[in-house]
């Protein structure tokens, strides 16, 4: 997390091949876990998903990111964007080459998850670079 000059917050997370958008389900104890399904389910809930799966498995991750995002900037009321940073090129891990690549990969796991277009988006930036260009 990354604080600007005027306030706002950023949640960075970056992937350099598609398979880390796969995690494992939390790996809490039961009174913790618990709170965390109260939290996925809440802003599952608040973001109109219509999946039936468990937000506490596989991509986790992903909506831990987004429960968070929800926790600052609506229950807070903190000005937060959570930035989603995907490198193209990255040979030393066989990532995707392309945009398109990682773009096809996180609509399987917005649809998956339920959600589309949503609330919380506008807040919520993908950005792509390849690393040959560095």
Known sequence: MDKSENGKVFLLEAKSHISE???????????SLR????????????????????WTS???????????????????????YLVFVYF???????G???IDEWS???????SFLGIGRHKLSKYIA???IDVQML
């Open 35 to 54: 709170k965390i399904k109260k939290s996925l389910d809440e802003t599952k809930t608040f973001l109109h998903s219509n999946s039936e799966h468990d």
């Open 104 to 110: 096809g990969a996180i609509a399987l796991l917005h």
């Open 58 to 80: 596989t991509f986790y991750q992903y909506t831990n990111r987004l429960a968070h995002l929800y926790l600052l900037r609506v229950l807070n009321e903190v000005p937060a």
């Open 96 to 98: 995707p080459r392309s």
């Open 21 to 31: 958008l796969l995690s494992p389900k939390t790996g809490a104890g039961e009174t």
């Open 88 to 94: 193209m090129n990255d040979k030393d891990m066989n």
């Open 126 to 128: 993908d950005i792509f």
